[in-house]
């Protein structure tokens, strides 16, 4: 009894001992299963809940004009954030930031109280403002570098360069937009792993895919003449009471656009405030009836076509009646005037005589292929293509006639100097852009080359620049010469269509100059439209000063010496 | 003469195997000292790491869990040391009233307790908190050898059964209960349940108590939503990932993140506030993300050396008392360890109960030093070579 109870307790006591190594010996394997066979399944689920990617803004491309003056560059900004994880306190929180972050402390608090791991507090402040913040050194408060777009000119190309959106620097307007892929570069990405409270954790897996830098834009924009015709543009409109204008200014062999100016403008730096029509593009977007100027293409077509020579001479009618339709010539003027008088006078009943000659469809097709009913292709966004009906849809009674002086067609101020410039350009018709050179972060440049068609013929286009003189020298455009050059060019004064009457109105006219400078080889082509002006009221009274004004210091900027 | 030649090989073989079994008592020591050292420093490495962000996130000192860790092993050392120097007898007297002084504390306890979490554990003395029922577990185990030892023999009716059981470990497991503190109470439970176990207490009494106590520790996880919301969400993770079963799946991710040989010392992620109670009762999944499945092999392996050598130096007690203290003792600390590595490892629901010797926590560490100090003691405890010479 003595020896067996013993021995049988024993073997109790040993199972206990084997019992619990038999439980280690689960326990080992669960960890084998846990750590080995399973581990990548676990281990992927905590790199979920840990890894976070931000990204890393790209420094978006400056934009210079075409001697390198800075137009839209990136300054320094300081975004301040909150990881409201880490505070305790939102309200007194709040109270302190909000003059600093000038901000309602009462949203802040909401900001701050809100359960994310990140809130923004205020975007892009510029560094010295947000010093004081830095130097409180406050809990749960973060900065980011995050640049702001600044304009360094201003209003001056507001229209042409466009702006960005705020905080993320997309852009939305103007060459800001239309070169948005080539400006924006490609952001980076950073791969950082995170605890709850969003702090990195050091030993943790960090990834860096560095942004690419934006590309440079050089613009073909000459400041100094963007900056005159502003200045001619905003003294015609404070003389003339037009509620608008534009002014387009270009190299009619490169095609390169030197100043394109509309008035009203808005600072690109502040837009707050700004009315939505003064946002506009003018000169590319909205659209008018050309008037007189467009005589210039029902002569050439008929120059072109042989129907009439420079010197074809003309019995000139008192008036045209087209069922209830008269026109008449606003000029005085003899009862016979050649192809260049007709020019000159800007007889109406003269050119509709021509046109009569040239035909719908031989008028229509020279319009085409002047660029009138199509858009341009200008590197800008939104461009109005103007309305050019197909010849079938005229109206066999007035229409033709009433195109050929400029009615039934509508363009924009751009298309309407097209026109002219394939006349100085010898008849080549050069596709006109804004963008010069586009250079990448390399510095690599890459030029952008127009495309180019020929509209009409050498000897056409010199004999309409012949013209273009005399209405200067002789005609109604006197008010546009230019001390010291031969200047060619045309007026316009057109009766406003009003689309919500859809009648043309009694008092409101579109006031036009187009034309061209040194007339024996030009270099520079100008259109300027006034819009409503209620003072000197036509093309020849308000506008030529202008075209007279702006291309005198367009000439000089370019270095055309006098005399050609 | 010839009675001195006579006497000379027996006293040279009860010498031999008095030498024989001083070696091998000396050697069971050695098993149980050395994973016993090796854990503490494990421990120490451990929590340095999983308390360092908490630490400086709540006092601004990384170092300031360590430090408090240390001074507690500082404790913990002299009391192992102490605890092994006291002959196993003085233990034997001083079972019973160190199990009133229990008793007393955890009944202080229930009133004056300190409350945190929802339970009410701890006694705040001074600038030290103590917890009670790190203390009850020993002590328990102390009394109910000390009784059974004395009694085995006559356990044989269910009254001789059931006063000793129901007055030591039944008292205990009551006022744990009320904590509430189910795992400390399942610990105490399965040191008595071995204590018993290696007796000559009736076989059929045994299993009816354990079924009872069983039965009784099912119905207090059914009446607490909280508790049974954590039995059940061990059974499946996926249902409630950011609520009940947080924890488990944090401590499953760190562990995975581990994987074979770890992210290197220092470098858990987990401890990033992802796992809360990293360094107390999640310590493991710290140390299994930082050492991988390596090191947390190597601790399960000292563990299993630690419960080899508990078992031997019960196997070779010199007398009841000592074979039934060494078994209840050594399943105390393995029986914790299986818990918390089986809730860490999500095969077990999450008690709350440290691992021994390598959590952050004082009491539960220099309790389970003494109960080591206490294993020494017995190992050491050989009767008189004149008395065992047959």
Same mark, same amino acid.
């Given at each position: 009894?003595?020896?067996?109870?013993?021995?049988?307790?024993?073997?109790?006591?040993?199972?206990?001992?084997?019992?619990?190594?038999?439980?280690?010996?689960?326990?080992?394997?669960?960890?084998?299963?846990?750590?080995? =066979?399973?581990?990548?399944?676990?281990?992927?689920?905590?790199?979920?809940?840990?890894?976070?990617?931000?990204?890393?803004?790209?420094?978006?491309?400056?934009?210079?004009?075409?001697?390198?003056?800075?137009?839209?560059?990136?300054?320094?900004?300081?975004?301040?954030?909150?990881?409201?994880?880490?505070?305790?306190?939102?309200?007194?929180?709040?109270? %302190?930031?909000?003059?600093?972050?000038?901000?309602?402390?009462?949203?802040?608090?909401?900001?701050?109280?809100?359960?994310?791991?990140?809130?923004?507090?205020?975007?892009?402040?510029?560094?010295?403002?947000?010093?004081?913040?830095?130097?409180?050194?406050?809990?749960?408060?973060?900065?980011?570098?995050?640049?702001?777009?600044?304009?360094?000119?201003?209003?001056?190309?507001?229209?042409?360069?466009?702006?960005?959106?705020?905080?993320?620097?997309?852009? %939305?307007?103007?060459?800001?937009?239309?070169?948005?892929?080539?400006?924006?570069?490609?952001?980076?990405?950073?791969?950082?792993?995170?605890?709850?409270?969003?702090?990195?954790?050091?030993?943790?897996?960090?990834?860096?895919?560095?942004?690419?830098?934006?590309?440079?834009?050089?613009?073909?924009?000459?400041?100094?003449?963007?900056?005159?015709?502003?200045?001619?543009?905003?003294?015609?409109?404070?003389?003339?009471?037009?509620?608008?204008?534009?002014?387009?200014?270009?190299?009619?062999?490169?095609?390169?656009?030197?100043?394109?100016?509309?008035?009203?403008?808005?600072?690109?730096?502040?837009?707050?405030?700004?009315?939505?029509?003064?946002?506009?593009?003018?000169?590319?977007?909205?659209?008018?009836?050309?008037?007189?100027?467009?005589?210039?293409?029902?002569?050439?077509?008929?120059?072109?076509?042989?129907?009439?020579?420079?010197?074809?001479?003309?019995?000139?009618?008192?008036?045209?009646?087209?069922?209830?339709?008269?026109?008449?010539?606003? #000029? /005085?003027?003899?009862?016979?005037?050649?192809?260049?008088?007709?020019?000159?006078?800007?007889?109406?009943?003269?050119?509709?005589?021509?046109?009569?000659?040239?035909?719908?469809?031989?008028?229509?097709?020279?319009?085409?292929?002047?660029?009138?009913?199509?858009?341009?292709?200008?590197?800008?966004?939104?461009?109005?293509?103007?309305?050019?009906?197909?010849?079938?849809?005229?109206?066999?009674?007035?229409?033709?006639?009433?195109?050929?002086?400029?009615?039934?067609?509508?363009?924009?101020?751009?298309?309407?100097?097209?026109?002219?410039?394939?006349?100085?350009?010898?008849?080549?018709?050069?596709?006109?852009?804004?963008?010069?050179?586009?250079?990448?972060?390399?510095?690599?440049?890459?030029?952008?080359?127009?495309?180019?068609?020929?509209?009409?013929?050498?000897?056409?286009?010199?004999?309409?620049?012949?013209?273009?003189?005399?209405?200067?020298?002789?005609?109604?455009?006197?008010?546009?010469?230019?001390?010291?050059?031969?200047?060619?060019?045309?007026?316009?004064?057109?009766?406003?269509?009003?689309?919500?009457?859809?009648?043309?109105?009694?008092?409101?006219?579109?006031?036009?100059?187009?034309?061209?400078?040194?007339?024996?080889?030009?270099?520079?082509?100008?259109?300027? /439209?006034?819009?409503?002006?209620?003072?000197?009221?036509?093309?020849?009274?308000?506008? =030529?000063?202008?075209?007279?004004?702006?291309?005198?210091?367009?000439?000089?900027?370019?270095?055309?010496?006098?005399?050609? | 003469?010839?009675?001195?030649?006579?006497?000379?090989?027996?006293?040279?073989?009860?010498?031999?195997?008095?030498?024989?079994?001083?070696?091998?008592?000396?050697?069971?020591?050695?098993?149980?000292?050395?994973?016993?050292?090796?854990?503490?420093?494990?421990?120490?490495?451990?929590?340095?790491?999983?308390?360092?962000? %908490?630490?400086?996130?709540?006092?601004?000192?990384?170092?300031?869990?360590?430090?408090?860790?240390?001074?507690?092993?500082?404790?913990?050392?002299?009391?192992?040391?102490?605890?092994?120097?006291?002959?196993?007898?003085?233990?034997?007297?001083?079972?019973?009233?160190?199990?009133?002084? #229990?008793?007393?504390?955890?009944?202080?306890?229930?009133?004056?307790?300190?409350?945190?979490?929802?339970?009410?554990?701890?006694?705040?003395?001074?600038?030290?908190?103590?917890?009670?029922?790190?203390?009850?577990?020993?002590?328990?185990?102390?009394?109910?050898?000390?009784?059974?030892?004395?009694?085995?023999?006559?356990?044989?009716?269910?009254?001789?059964?059931?006063?000793?059981?129901?007055?030591?470990?039944?008292?205990?497991?009551?006022? /744990?209960?009320?904590?509430?503190?189910?795992?400390?109470?399942?610990?105490?439970?399965?040191?008595?349940?071995?204590?018993?176990?290696?007796?000559?207490?009736?076989?059929?009494?045994?299993?009816?108590?354990?079924?009872?106590?069983?039965?009784?520790?099912?119905?207090?996880?059914?009446?607490?939503?909280?508790?049974?919301?954590?039995?059940?969400?061990?059974?499946?993770?996926?249902?409630?990932?950011?609520?009940?079963?947080?924890?488990?799946?944090?401590?499953?991710?760190?562990?995975?993140?581990?994987?074979?040989?770890?992210?290197?010392?220092?470098?858990?992620?987990?401890?990033?506030?992802?796992?809360?109670?990293?360094?107390?009762?999640?310590?493991?999944?710290?140390?299994?993300?930082?050492?991988?499945?390596?090191?947390?092999?190597?601790?399960?392996?000292?563990?299993?050396?630690?419960?080899?050598?508990?078992?031997?130096?019960?196997?070779?007690?010199?007398?009841?008392?000592?074979?039934?203290?060494?078994?209840?003792?050594?399943?105390?600390?393995?029986?914790?360890?299986?818990?918390?590595?089986?809730?860490?490892?999500?095969?077990?629901?999450?008690?709350?109960?440290?691992?021994?010797?390598?959590?952050?926590?004082?009491?539960?560490?220099?309790?389970?030093?003494?109960?080591?100090?206490?294993?020494?003691?017995?190992?050491?405890?050989?009767?008189?070579?004149? /008395?065992?010479?047959?």
């Amino acid at each position: 009894m003595e020896q067996e109870a013993p021995s049988r307790r024993n073997g109790r006591l040993v199972s206990v001992g084997v019992l619990l190594v038999i439980a280690w010996t689960l326990i080992g394997y669960r960890l084998t299963v846990v750590q080995g =066979a399973r581990a990548d399944e676990f281990a992927a689920r905590g790199l979920e809940q840990r890894l976070q990617s931000e990204i890393l803004a790209a420094d978006r491309g400056t934009i210079f004009d075409r001697d390198g003056r800075e137009l839209a560059v990136n300054v320094e900004g300081v975004t301040v954030y909150a990881n409201p994880r880490e505070i305790t306190d939102p309200e007194s929180l709040a109270s %302190l930031l909000a003059p600093w972050l000038a901000r309602n402390p009462t949203d802040l608090a909401q900001d701050l109280a809100s359960d994310a791991a990140f809130v923004y507090l205020a975007r892009q402040l510029d560094p010295e403002s947000a010093q004081p913040i830095r130097d409180a050194g406050l809990t749960g408060i973060h900065f980011l570098s995050e640049p702001r777009r600044v304009y360094p000119t201003g209003a001056l190309a507001a229209h042409v360069v466009g702006f960005v959106s705020d905080g993320d620097n997309a852009g %939305l307007e103007g060459i800001e937009l239309f070169y948005e892929a080539e400006l924006a570069g490609t952001p980076g990405v950073l791969l950082v792993e995170r605890d709850p409270q969003g702090r990195v954790i050091p030993q943790g897996e960090y990834r860096v895919e560095h942004p690419e830098q934006g590309s440079d834009l050089v613009l073909t924009i000459k400041s100094e003449i963007q900056y005159s015709a502003t200045q001619a543009l905003a003294a015609a409109l404070e003389r003339t009471g037009a509620t608008s204008g534009s002014v387009v200014v270009l190299d009619p062999e490169s095609g390169e656009i030197l100043a394109m100016v509309n008035l009203p403008s808005f600072d690109p730096n502040d837009r707050s405030g700004a009315p939505v029509d003064a946002l506009r593009n003018r000169a590319v977007t909205d659209v008018f009836e050309p008037g007189s100027t467009q005589k210039l293409v029902t002569i050439a077509g008929a120059l072109e076509s042989g129907i009439v020579a420079p010197n074809t001479s003309f019995e000139i009618p008192p008036r045209i009646e087209i069922l209830d339709t008269v026109f008449r010539d606003v #000029t /005085v003027h003899p009862d016979r005037l050649t192809v260049t008088e007709i020019v000159a006078h800007s007889s109406n009943l003269g050119t509709i005589l021509v046109g009569d000659l040239l035909g719908i469809r031989r008028l229509y097709t020279y319009m085409y292929s002047f660029g009138q009913g199509r858009p341009s292709g200008l590197d800008f966004p939104g461009e109005a293509g103007g309305v050019l009906r197909p010849p079938e849809d005229w109206c066999i009674t007035t229409c033709l006639a009433g195109t050929s002086i400029g009615y039934h067609v509508s363009v924009t101020p751009l298309q309407m100097a097209m026109v002219y410039a394939v006349v100085a350009n010898d008849g080549m018709w050069v596709q006109p852009h804004l963008v010069k050179e586009i250079v990448d972060g390399e510095g690599n440049r890459q030029a952008i080359l127009p495309l180019a068609r020929r509209v009409i013929s050498v000897e056409t286009a010199a004999q309409m620049r012949i013209m273009l003189e005399a209405v200067v020298l002789r005609g109604t455009g006197s008010a546009a010469a230019v001390p010291g050059y031969r200047v060619g060019g045309k007026t316009g004064t057109t009766e406003k269509y009003l689309p919500d009457i859809q009648e043309y109105s009694k008092e409101e006219v579109v006031a036009s100059f187009i034309g061209m400078a040194p007339i024996g080889d030009p270099q520079i082509v100008i259109a300027v /439209v006034l819009d409503s002006p209620q003072e000197y009221a036509s093309g020849g009274r308000g506008a =030529a000063p202008v075209f007279a004004e702006v291309m005198l210091a367009a000439l000089h900027h370019v270095g055309v010496i006098p005399g050609g | 003469m010839a009675s001195r030649v006579l006497a000379m090989p027996i006293n040279r073989a009860v010498v031999r195997e008095a030498h024989r079994r001083a070696r091998s008592h000396s050697r069971a020591i050695g098993f149980l000292l050395v994973p016993v050292g090796l854990l503490l420093v494990v421990g120490l490495g451990s929590i340095l790491s999983a308390s360092s962000v %908490l630490g400086l996130r709540e006092t601004g000192d990384g170092l300031f869990y360590f430090k408090r860790q240390i001074a507690w092993l500082g404790l913990g050392l002299a009391s192992l040391i102490l605890a092994a120097t006291i002959p196993l007898r003085w233990w034997r007297k001083m079972a019973f009233p160190l199990f009133v002084a #229990t008793v007393g504390l955890l009944l202080a306890v229930l009133l004056v307790g300190v409350r945190s979490n929802g339970a009410q554990r701890w006694l705040q003395i001074g600038p030290i908190t103590i917890q009670p029922s790190e203390i009850a577990k020993l002590t328990t185990i102390l009394f109910l050898a000390t009784i059974v030892s004395r009694r085995e023999n006559s356990m044989n009716r269910i009254r001789d059964f059931f006063w000793p059981v129901a007055g030591s470990v039944g008292i205990v497991a009551f006022l /744990v209960i009320l904590q509430p503190d189910l795992g400390t109470t399942l610990l105490v439970a399965a040191g008595a349940f071995a204590v018993l176990f290696a007796s000559a207490a009736p076989f059929p009494y045994i299993i009816g108590s354990a079924l009872l106590g069983g039965s009784a520790a099912l119905l207090a996880a059914l009446v607490s939503p909280y508790r049974w919301a954590r039995v059940t969400a061990f059974l499946d993770l996926q249902s409630d990932p950011l609520g009940s079963s947080y924890q488990a799946v944090q401590s499953l991710v760190a562990l995975g993140t581990g994987g074979l040989w770890g992210v290197g010392l220092g470098a858990s992620r987990a401890r990033w506030s992802f796992l809360p109670n990293a360094h107390t009762d999640f310590v493991f999944s710290i140390l299994g993300e930082e050492s991988g499945l390596a090191g947390s092999l190597t601790v399960v392996f000292l563990f299993v050396l630690l419960t080899v050598a508990g078992t031997v130096i019960a196997h070779r007690a010199a007398d009841r008392f000592g074979r039934l203290l060494a078994i209840g003792i050594t399943t105390w600390i393995a029986t914790q360890a299986i818990v918390n590595i089986g809730g860490v490892t999500g095969v077990l629901p999450i008690t709350g109960v440290p691992l021994p010797f390598v959590s952050f926590g004082g009491t539960a560490l220099v309790m389970s030093m003494i109960g080591v100090g206490v294993l020494v003691s017995i190992a050491r405890d050989q009767p008189n070579i004149a /008395v065992t010479a047959r």
